[in-house]
């Protein structure tokens, strides 16, 4: 990667898109720590000291990661990207549900404008409900759970209720601005490139916090860490290359076709999103019964004992069940709605494509399914055992408390990484055909 970005700052034209997209970077940190509107600063300052080194922050622990610490700070940019993946997410499933979406997917650049163009608006309506729920757990005093009551908002009339919430909003919408700026006219991929630098913010902080702690503790982090990386890149990197062969063609004198290429299965070709989805999915009864929590003179309901004993910590053996068999399940479903074998074996016929051995049309696409289900396997275990790696090894020694190697955030970190090192190194050939050359 340092080679790489040396190269890059030697290439006049991709010196100019990283400096962007450092500058893009810098305004994103600096928007985190500006307070919204009516917010108390000291008493969030406070709060926030109380639950340091706590076993938790709250039920916000996966919005917070990705705003950077935003969110727990009640900064303009408190919602971070979290509205933007959700949206993204709705409208990709959404191409199941609804034919238009799937035409307009099929339509090419055209049809992606129009997708793009709707996953704006949805992002901004998420960002109106999403605000709507923060500013009310936070004028509720429930932010920090029972850790830190102290108010947070400094005026709770309703013009400075909706202020804060249009503030909020406007903010989520600008950095969904950023994002596109990077893309455009950056390294590309800003969205992700946003979510990396938000999670690597937070390192410096928690690894000194630990190292003050315990140094013992801290050198497990590392090395857990450490592993962890080494196991994502390889299978990251991992791939089941489907041979294909394409026919020779006669137009006119000229022929066309002979080529053997390969159709690459990756072993997790769902990403990050399976743990997302688990994650937000487990959020919801624990946000729901937060709610539901009884007064001083009043007992809570007995399921929302239920939930608060077995549900909201990571700690607890339920928990971690749950998570795993969420994320196999979503692994599956998310891999069946981004890659369809009929659609692939249909365009290998047009074509002129087959793979050796296997006839063409409706047997093509049930191999690709049989081979597509072999490697989801693994891939899913792999997402699920990543993902409760740190909660179970660091848990053990009461050292999970905003640990920064988590499943989710080493996923993020890995692949974002690694795809922008081909970004970088893809237009390092555009510019002097190293690729060529060599």
């Known amino acids: 990667m340092t080679n790489a970005l040396s190269r890059a700052a030697q290439t006049p034209g991709l010196l100019v898109k ?4 450092l500058g893009v970077v810098v305004i994103y940190r600096l928007g985190s720590f500006v307070p919204a509107p009516f917010v108390n600063f000291q008493n969030v300052q406070y709060c926030l000291g109380q639950v340091e080194g706590s076993s938790s922050t709250g039920l916000y622990d996966l919005v917070n990661l990705f705003s950077g610490g935003a969110l727990l700070q009640l900064s303009v940019f408190a919602m971070g990207i979290m509205p933007y993946i959700t949206a993204s997410i709705i409208v990709q499933l959404l191409r199941v549900v609804i034919p238009r979406f799937d035409t307009l997917y099929k339509e090419g650049e055209t049809g992606q404008a129009k997708l793009t163009q709707y996953t704006r608006y949805l992002t901004i309506g998420l960002g109106v409900l999403q605000s709507t729920t923060l500013v009310t757990v936070a004028r509720a005093g429930s932010l920090f ?16 209720i909706i202020l804060m919430i249009l ?7 600008m950095i969904m601005w950023l ?32 190292w003050q702690t315990s140094i013992g503790t801290f050198f497990l982090v590392l090395g857990v860490g450490i592993v962890l990386m080494v196991a994502i890149v390889f299978i990251e990197q991992s791939q089941r290359r489907i041979p294909v062969q394409y026919a020779k063609r006669m137009v006119g004198k000229r022929v066309y076709g002979g080529s053997t290429t390969y159709i690459p299965l ?23 019964a937060q709610f539901n929590q009884g007064d001083g003179s009043k007992k809570s309901p007995g399921w929302v004992q239920f939930i608060t004993e077995y549900l909201t910590s990571s700690d607890k053996p339920s928990y971690m069940a749950l998570f795993f068999v969420l994320i196999l399940g979503f692994t599956y479903f998310y891999v069946a709605i981004t890659f369809n074998p009929e659609e692939q074996a249909e365009n290998l016929k047009k074509y002129g494509g087959f793979i050796p051995g296997v006839r063409a ?17 693994p891939g899913s275990l792999y997402l699920g055992i ?3 790696i740190p909660l179970i090894a660091l848990g053990a020694v009461n050292a999970n408390q905003n640990i920064p190697f988590g499943g989710t955030s080493i996923l993020i970190l890995v692949g974002v990484g690694l795809d922008m090192i081909k970004r970088i190194n893809a237009q390092l050939q555009q510019r002097r055909y190293e690729g060529l050359l060599k």
């Open 145 to 160: 759970g029972s850790t830190c009551s102290a108010p947070l908002v400094a005026n709770t009339n309703w013009w400075a």
């Open 266 to 288: 990756k072993v997790n070709m769902a990403g990050v999103v399976p743990v997302i989805f688990a994650s937000s999915l487990l959020y919801v009864p624990a946000l729901i």
């Open 361 to 377: 049309g409706r047997p093509t696409a049930q191999y690709l399914g049989y081979v597509l289900n072999r490697i989801t396997l």
């Open 179 to 210: 994002g596109e700026i990077i893309t455009e006219k950056g390294i590309g991929n800003g969205m992700s490139l946003l979510i990396f630098c938000s999670i690597a913010a937070s390192f410096p902080s928690t690894m000194s916090s630990l």
């Open 167 to 173: 503030t909020l909003t406007a903010g989520t919408g």
């Open 18 to 21: 990283v400096l962007l997209t």
């Open 386 to 388: 990543v993902a409760l």
